[in-house]
């Protein structure tokens, strides 16, 4: 309710100044995977300073990004995964393929 | 130094399951991850005199997967198996606008229902249904957005190797990374309110 009031009053004068949750979103994100800009950085701490929706978001968007990366590196790791024999056949077949191809 | 012995047929095969463990959640292909552990295990032979055992063997064989997954990955992006429905990296089409009204602050709190996230990233990932719902998520990402995704955030490519591998130029990979995270975050949302 707080958020929805202020970001009634204030948000236009954050939409002129670049300073409004979406830019913030979008620093946020690029504060991950590089420095930000000077310009960038004022930006990106004045709206921190008055935004605690988007701190807790900004958090969540770290912790979203490690839980993914270990799921999927969590599925390398499934040991059901695997191969069939009929494929390891066939991999065992164009190896021996280009072992005899190569010593010709 | 010694040279390393060469592996026989059936050592190299030996490591074909974990390769295919590899690359399968890269590539989301039972058929194309298959062909991929084959190349590698050929590329392993014809290079092996390369190989000077200061890594594992299965170390080795994974560099090279690797980088057959982001020559896949190029292959794809410019040989499509199915049509592009809209271009990705144009600001009309900015799947992330629709969280936020007109003057740029949100429609719906970001973080409801994410605070399972607070629990180590390893122990939520060691449980089924939270992997289904990231898997089922990252799925239904637009191809570029996840391929984007995937490499910087699992794969941990440099910029310069994620324009590359997923045809996308330097200044968009910022913008691609943000549109994922974020369609990312809502459907996660979406999926644990919904639960």
């Given at each position: 309710m707080v958020y929805r009031l202020f970001a009634a009053v204030a948000g236009p004068l954050e939409k002129m100044l670049g300073i409004t949750c979406r830019d913030y979103t979008q620093l946020a994100s690029v504060k991950l995977d590089q420095p930000l800009s000077a310009s960038e950085r004022r930006r990106y701490f004045f709206h921190r300073l008055m935004c605690d929706i988007c701190r807790r978001q900004e958090k969540r968007l770290r912790q979203l990004n490690r839980l993914a990366s270990a799921t999927l590196k969590q599925a390398g790791d499934d040991a059901m995964v695997k191969l069939d024999d009929e494929a390891r056949g066939r991999i065992r077949h164009r190896i021996l393929e280009e072992l005899k191809n190569g010593s010709q | 130094m010694t040279e390393p012995l060469k592996p026989t047929l059936d050592e190299l095969v030996e490591h074909a399951d974990a390769l295919y463990r590899y690359a399968l959640p890269r590539v989301r292909s039972h058929h194309a991850a298959e062909d991929l552990v084959q190349e590698t295990l050929i590329t392993a032979v014809k290079k092996f005199?390369?190989?000077?055992?200061?890594?594992a063997l299965g170390t080795w064989l994974t560099g090279i997967l690797r980088n057959k997954i982001l020559d896949h990955l190029r292959h794809l992006q410019r040989h499509p198996e199915s049509p592009a429905t809209?271009?990705?990296?144009?600001a009309e089409t900015d799947?992330?606008?629709?969280?936020?009204?007109a003057n740029g602050?949100?429609?719906?709190?970001?973080?409801?229902?994410?605070?399972?996230?607070?629990?180590?990233p390893a122990q939520l990932a060691d449980r089924a249904e939270i992997r289904a719902a990231v898997q089922q998520c990252l799925d239904k990402l637009p191809l570029t957005l996840r391929k984007v995704f995937v490499l910087r955030?699992?794969?941990?490519?440099?910029t310069d190797e994620i324009c590359s591998a997923a045809a996308v130029t330097r200044g968009s990979v910022a913008v691609l990374l943000h549109r994922s995270r974020q369609l990312l975050r809502a459907c996660l949302q979406r999926t644990w309110l919904n639960a």
């Open positions: - | 005199s390369e190989f000077q055992g200061r890594a809209a271009d990705e990296n144009s799947p992330t606008a629709e969280m936020f009204d602050a949100w429609k719906f709190e970001p973080s409801a229902g994410l605070d399972i996230l607070e629990t180590d955030e699992v794969e941990d490519c440099e």
